[in-house]
């Protein structure tokens, strides 16, 4: 017998002595679910057909959410890709995590993933495309810790553009499926690397058929030109190419017979990647969008959910439903809660009253500030308001502008808000994505979506910004962030796994030549500020 099945018969076995202990009868748990976590690397909610969204075409998206749960109020803690990633894998907020806290860190080896409890947990899993990333996983007996599981990326294909990954990641899930045991239950980790940048210019209008008009709003904080709806465009063509992909997963499984006690997750690490959405902290940078089907495991289907769910709540949900007892866990302590109650429920809208919150939060992004600082926030999203606090208003939010506002990835709709305020010696689209912020914002989160208002400085709204001041506060000391008791520096301190870009900044500014592959040359403000 195979070590991997010994596994997966001697977790069933305890899993069922387990249940019939805890319920005081004999009984056999329904087979275990197969889990196909599918992950956008940078789309926000509601960029989805489901949610309205006319612009962008997701059949596959829209048949999950149909025939299983789409959710209204899912958000990451922290807004990048690493630190969103770690948050999903272990259950714990990024401020919970050491180094994970940051952007491309050294992970620490301490903190256990799900994928690899589901594998020690007699799952065959694996992932394909980007898993966790970027930084330095560790290793593990002189190899690669695997923190997603074994890699299937074998299969390429050519890809619309050239900026779209060649990866055939259907394929190489059905290589997966083609490489477990028969009625081995399986974990495995779609990581499409789009919609991420960058993009081919006019990819949407050219080879998606999309019409600058198709855009029904361009958000406020964008000056509204062709060459932002454009950009626009091309991100909807890429998101539209994962949707592609998982369609082909979807009809996979259908074949196989195993579409039924599948749990199928689709949702995205962080908000789309343009200025003050991807590596910020507002409404468009942790909503994203998250459906769910379970065909034998959600009561009822087409149900539209409004609890709040956060990234951390992923984990505890795949070792409930997984059927892993709780003493062959082998992670830290677990921060999030599953939702298991809500596929068992038969209601829509709001199920759990206590789900009416969540908290959010950054440490470093990428770097571009003196000595590698981050720009740390901690906020909290109620079903009214989003407060954030700023800790380090001294800062450059998205990154100093003579090193090219590193935490912005470069695009259009950068260079148009760069060369606006240029020309203009001013620009209110450049004050919200890349000037410095007050300590406290805070922000009506349905009427005011975009952020535009900061009722922070309002009298009228004092107690209610106290007051949520003081919940997130609360509950961060109870998760023991460091920052709440003093010891924020030691995010800073962490470092950047990168050695290419490690002490960009100061490299920088003393003469060394460079590489910053994810902005643009025109980045970098050469004389800022300037002088009349």
């Given at each position: 017998m195979k070590m991997n099945r010994l596994f997966a018969v001697v977790a069933l076995l305890i899993s069922a002595l387990f249940y019939s202990c805890n319920s005081g009868e004999k009984v056999t748990p329904a087979k275990r679910p197969n889990i196909l976590f599918a992950i956008m690397d940078d789309a926000s909610f509601p960029h989805m057909g489901a949610y309205g969204t006319k612009w962008?075409?997701?059949?596959?998206f829209d048949y999950?959410?149909?025939?299983?749960?789409?959710?209204?109020?899912?958000?990451?803690?922290?807004?990048?890709?690493?630190?969103?990633?770690?948050?999903?894998l272990t259950g714990r907020n990024s401020w919970q995590l050491e180094e994970a806290a940051n952007h491309s860190p050294d992970f620490p080896a301490k903190f256990t993933t799900f994928m690899e409890q589901l594998i020690s947990s007699g799952y065959h899993g694996g992932f394909t495309a980007k898993g966790w990333a970027p930084g330095n996983p560790g290793e593990v007996?002189?190899?690669?810790?695997?923190?997603?599981?074994?890699?299937?990326?074998?299969?390429?294909?050519?890809?619309?553009?050239?900026?779209?990954?060649?990866?055939?990641?259907?394929k190489n899930f059905e290589d997966f499926l083609n490489s477990k045991e028969e009625n081995e239950p399986f974990v495995f980790w779609y990581g499409s690397t789009e919609p991420h940048r960058a993009y081919e210019f006019q990819s949407g209008l050219t080879k998606g058929n999309k019409k600058l008009e198709d855009i029904d709003e361009v958000p406020p904080f964008w000056p509204d030109t062709d060459s932002v709806r454009s950009d626009m465009?091309?991100?909807?063509?890429?998101?539209?190419?994962?949707?592609?992909?998982?369609?082909?997963?979807?009809?996979?499984?259908?074949?196989?017979?195993?579409?039924?006690?599948?749990?199928?997750?689709?949702?995205?690490?962080?908000?789309?990647?343009?200025p003050r959405i991807k590596g910020q902290e507002y409404e468009y940078s942790n909503h994203l969008p998250l459906a769910v089907m379970w065909q034998e495991g959600i009561a009822k289907s087409g149900r539209v959910i409004e609890d709040f769910i956060s990234f951390i709540d992923f984990t505890p949900t795949f070792l409930?439903?997984?059927?892993?007892?709780?003493?062959?866990?082998?992670?830290?302590?677990?921060?999030?809660?599953?939702?298991?109650?809500?596929f068992k429920s038969e209601n829509s809208g709001q199920i759990d009253p206590v789900r009416n919150h969540v908290?959010?939060?950054?440490?470093?992004?990428?770097?571009?500030?003196?000595?590698?600082?981050?720009?740390?926030?901690?906020?909290?999203?109620?079903?009214?308001?989003?407060?954030?606090?700023?800790?380090?208003?001294?800062?450059?939010?998205?990154?100093?502008?003579?090193s090219?506002?590193?935490n912005t990835d470069g695009s259009p709709t950068k260079t148009q808000i760069l060369n606006d305020r240029r020309a203009n010696k001013?620009?209110?689209?450049?004050?919200?994505?890349?000037?410095?912020?007050?300590?406290?914002?805070?922000?009506?989160?349905?009427?005011?979506?975009?952020?535009?208002?900061?009722?922070?400085?309002?009298?009228?709204?004092?107690?209610?910004?106290?007051?949520?001041?003081?919940?997130?506060?609360?509950?961060l000391k109870q998760q023991k962030d460091p920052r709440m008791f003093g010891k924020g520096y030691i995010f800073d301190e962490y470092p950047y796994s990168g050695a290419a870009s490690n002490d960009f900044y100061n490299r920088f500014m003393n003469g060394e030549k460079m590489n910053a592959g994810w902005v643009n040359e025109t980045d970098f403000e050469k004389n800022f500020p300037e002088k009349d």
């Open positions: 962008v075409n997701t059949p596959a999950i959410a149909k025939e299983g749960l789409l959710f209204m109020n899912a958000y990451t803690p922290n807004a990048k890709c690493a630190p969103s990633r770690a948050a999903i007996g002189g190899k690669p810790r695997e923190l997603t599981g074994p890699a299937y990326n074998k299969f390429k294909m050519e890809a619309p553009t050239p900026q779209i990954s060649s990866n055939d990641y259907a465009l091309d991100y909807a063509f890429e998101i539209e190419y994962f949707d592609q992909h998982l369609q082909k997963m979807i009809d996979e499984l259908e074949r196989r017979g195993e579409l039924s006690n599948t749990i199928i997750v689709v949702t995205a690490d962080n908000g789309m990647p343009f409930e439903a997984a059927q892993v007892p709780t003493d062959s866990v082998i992670m830290a302590a677990i921060t999030g809660r599953s939702f298991m109650d809500i908290l959010i939060g950054k440490e470093r992004h990428d770097v571009g500030r003196p000595d590698d600082q981050g720009y740390p926030i901690r906020g909290i999203v109620t079903t009214d308001y989003v407060y954030l606090h700023n800790f380090e208003t001294d800062r450059w939010p998205a990154g100093n502008p003579e090219g506002y590193l001013t620009s209110n689209n450049w004050d919200l994505a890349f000037g410095k912020r007050p300590t406290e914002e805070l922000f009506k989160r349905i009427s005011d979506p975009f952020a535009m208002q900061n009722l922070a400085i309002h009298p009228e709204y004092q107690v209610i910004k106290e007051q949520l001041k003081e919940r997130l506060f609360q509950e």
